[in-house]
Nanobody
């Protein structure tokens, strides 16, 4: 099992950038592929990006390519999501997810382990 904690969400102005963090205190974290999702009020959870356990491979659904960058720091036991040029439509709760499998399909729904989420609010 792995426990995930997201952080970094806050209120930002449109056009700004933000870096979200997903961390874990457990050593097993390094064995999992980590993904980011988001869920806006009244909408379904959306897959944003994934990174494999080694940190060498990343995947973005076509709809998420361009403004999102996922990265991994194994020494810090953390995965990051950098979001550039934020827009009001990016307002959502952002979740990280851990899976033993590395997802490479846009319809990926996530593995068994979820964090509690971090709120990102973008003002116009």
């Amino acid at each position: 099992q792995v426990q995930l904690v997201e952080s970094g969400g806050r209120l930002v102005q449109a056009g700004g950038s933000l870096r979200l963090s997903c961390s874990s205190s457990g050593r097993s974290f390094i064995r999992y592929a980590i993904s980011w999702f988001r869920q806006a009020p009244g909408k379904e959870r959306t897959f944003i990006a994934a990174i494999d356990a080694s940190g060498e491979s990343t995947y973005y659904p076509d709809s998420m390519k361009g403004r999102f960058t996922i990265s991994r720091d194994s020494a810090k036991n953390a995965v990051f999501l950098q979001i550039a040029n934020l827009r009001p439509k990016d307002t959502a709760v952002y979740y990280c997810n851990a899976d033993t499998q590395y997802p490479i399909t846009s319809d990926y729904l996530g593995g068994n382990y979820w964090g509690q989420g971090t709120q990102v609010t973008v003002s116009s």
